[in-house]
């Protein structure tokens, strides 16, 4: 038993219960990644943000590419209780200011120097605080239908925590300890003055229940409806008090006031300092996470209200190398209320690397984004936006999308240099979304380079998709495999159009296995638009030059 000068010290831990890792602490690296830019996470990361404290936090979960299937599983089954429980969303989300407020005030965040009526004021309402959001936290827990082991261990704890004789004694001591503070409304001043009237010394004369009033009117105070005139009414007007210590009149007067109110503190210090230690740490560690799945399982319940499916991933383990999703939108899309088309992906043995093929703003880049931003919500812990999914996490999602120039020595070397970097980081493992890689040299040059990259992309044996406007280089996978040895078959994917009735092609934004478009496409194009060579020639009528 802990003693200090003879009193017992009381600890009313709470155990370190998270609800993003089984273990209760983070495990290996944390955050930041080069590919949040190219898969445009901002719109997801800004819904999954309940107040600008938590960005921070929320920018770190979704970087951070969870591996550990038992940790993703973890974070699904808290998020489930949530969806399932929509009123534990909405008292989570109440219970959010007030924690922050807990944090505001905690001693972890740096003491300065102050008398010692305001630290116990301080720690009083602390302890106040401590105690009721315990109580709350409690009764929303205890009133869920729970399944997740996380939120079934917090329950547990806060559970024991209510019942225990400490923490009960601390809730019934609280208000008679707040009492002889709050009792404290004003002080007595005696001031002497010299023969002509000028204050010369004062005093304090007594310590009063009630505040004191400026001067009132007459019918003031016979009317005397306002609160404020129950209090003491002065002879003259109120005057503040400046907040700078050094620019107060009578300063030894307000020491002699620090001093009298510091003997009215005492026993109320004494009486919290037995209360060493509280769970106030354990429950601002909650208030990050809480405020994580309170914001993702409404965003997901709104978007659900407009129509957008949401899935719970099922896993595959890593080694399996499988993306698997069927009716898949863009999250960022739907997220700004944007027209979004839902499409397949199947990333696995019967193939791992697709060539995306089809129309500029046919879909290509936002169908990348697509699979890009699912991978980071199944490895956060999320649903994703389709009907099912199946996904093995990856190890790191490698994006090479168009970039602006910035080396002298042209676009093509600071291609190729930022290639080099996806290769030396690419395992059989990762994610590689390659956005119309090469764009800046000739077809010609293009397609020789890309034959290379996704043979070596090949080797490694990394789920790929590289969207890209050479239909000549999806017309050559079968050379492409046969360049390099590997397990990772290679096919042909295309963004849908359709021809309209003049002629013109019309995107439909649909992802689809299918051979490109090439040559036949081009044909249509001019055959609807009379420029092919039958039509010309027939045009001419047969002229010969003269």
């Not at 399996?320 to 499409?343: D, H, M, T």
Request: aromatic content about 4%.
């Amino acid at each position: 038993m802990n003693k200090v000068m003879g009193r017992k010290l009381i600890a009313l831990d709470i155990p370190l219960v998270s609800l993003l890792w089984p273990e209760g602490r983070p495990q290996g690296d944390q955050g930041g990644a080069s590919w949040e830019g190219d898969l445009g996470l901002g719109d997801l990361s800004a819904a999954l943000t309940a107040a600008a404290r938590y960005s921070g936090h929320v920018k770190q979960v979704l970087t951070t590419l969870i591996q550990d299937p038992a940790v993703i599983e973890w974070r699904q089954a808290v998020l489930a209780d949530f969806l399932n429980n929509p009123a534990l969303v909405e008292a989570a989300g109440e219970l959010l200011p007030r924690l922050a407020h807990l944090q505001t005030g905690n001693a972890m965040l740096g003491r300065r120097q102050r008398n010692l009526l305001l630290d116990t004021a301080d720690h009083l309402a602390e302890l106040e605080a401590f105690v009721a959001i315990v109580q709350d936290l409690q009764a929303i827990l205890s009133k869920a239908q729970l399944e997740s082991a996380a939120l079934r261990q917090l329950a547990t704890a806060m559970g024991r925590l209510v019942d225990e004789p400490d923490f009960q004694t601390l809730r019934d001591e609280l208000p008679g300890l707040r009492q002889p503070l709050e009792q404290v409304r004003s002080l007595t001043v005696g001031i002497n003055l010299d023969l002509e009237l000028k204050p010369i010394s004062a005093v304090l004369l007594a310590i009063n229940g009630m505040k004191f009033s400026g001067k009132v009117s007459w019918l003031e105070r016979v009317l005397g409806a306002d609160d404020a005139l129950m209090d003491e009414v002065g002879l003259a007007r109120l005057h503040g008090v400046p907040d700078d210590p050094n620019q107060r009149p009578l300063s030894q007067l307000f020491q002699d006031m620090d001093q009298l109110l510091t003997q009215v503190a005492q026993p109320i210090s004494k009486a919290l300092g037995r209360y060493a230690r509280t769970g106030s740490g354990a429950l601002v560690y909650l208030e990050y996470e809480l405020a994580y799945f309170t914001a993702a399982a409404r965003m997901i319940r709104e978007m659900e209200e407009r129509g957008v499916v949401f899935c719970r991933p099922m896993i595959a383990g890593a080694a399996e190398r499988v993306c698997a999703i069927e009716g898949l939108v863009n999250v960022g899309l739907a997220l700004r209320k944007q027209a979004v088309v839902a499409n397949d992906v199947l990333l696995g043995d019967e193939g791992r690397i697709a060539v995306l093929t089809g129309p500029n703003s046919g879909g290509k880049t936002t169908y990348l984004r697509s699979v890009g931003l699912a991978q980071v919500m199944f490895q956060a812990g999320l649903y994703v936006p389709a009907r099912t999914a199946r996904m093995s996490p990856v190890d790191t999602i490698l994006t090479h999308f168009q970039a602006l120039e910035t080396r002298q020595d042209g676009r093509l070397a600071e291609e190729a240099g930022r290639l080099r970097k996806i290769f030396e980081q690419a395992t059989a493992t990762s994610l590689v979304l390659l956005n119309e890689t090469f764009s800046s040299t000739s077809s010609g040059e293009a397609v020789y380079l890309a034959h290379d990259v996704l043979a070596g992309l090949r080797v490694i044996g990394a789920r790929v998709i590289y969207a890209t406007h050479l239909n000549e280089l999806a017309e050559r996978l079968d050379e492409i495999m046969a360049a390099a040895e590997g397990d990772c078959v290679l096919f042909s994917l295309v963004a849908g159009v359709e021809m309209g009735a003049e002629g013109e092609a019309k995107p439909t934004y649909r992802i689809q296995r299918g051979e490109p478009l090439g040559r036949s496409y081009a044909r249509e194009i001019a055959r609807r638009h009379g420029i092919s060579l039958e039509q010309i020639l027939a045009g001419r009528g047969g002229n010969k030059q003269s």
